[in-house]
């Protein structure tokens, strides 16, 4: 996936985007509905807002980031969690203040903070 800059108002700075690819044949999807936003550079100055580039919450666009598998495991902050999806204890990438991404099973879990 190659990414390209864009200016984020929010962040007041140059910020990495790309886009999902549509799905033109019946295999399953890495990310379901292609052709969606992704920003490489979702993080602290997001957190609590609707992203301005794509109208959609900062919780979102860190689920999809971690969901197209663009950023590696190790540079994701991790938090030890019992996830509610699959239940297994593992290093959950963590999306925001309250959300953690499950690597095994793709569910979202709420983080107690």
């Known amino acids: 996936m190659e990414s390209q800059p864009t200016y984020c108002p929010q962040c007041d700075k140059t910020v990495r985007v790309a886009w999902t690819s549509s799905v033109a044949h019946e295999a399953h999807a890495t990310i379901p509905d292609g052709g969606k936003l992704l920003c490489f550079d979702v993080g602290e100055d ?7 580039l794509s109208r959609n919450s900062t919780l979102l666009m860190g689920v999809r980031l971690a ?5 590696p ?3 994701w902050p991790h938090d030890l969690l019992k996830c509610r999806g699959c239940g297994r204890k593992t290093g959950m990438e963590v999306l925001d203040s309250g959300h953690a991404f499950c690597p095994i099973c793709g569910t979202t ?3 107690k903070i």
């Open 109 to 111: 879990n709420t983080r």
């Open 46 to 52: 997001c957190e609590g807002m609707i992203c301005p």
């Open 73 to 75: 495991y190790e540079v």
């Open 67 to 71: 969901r197209s598998g663009e950023v």
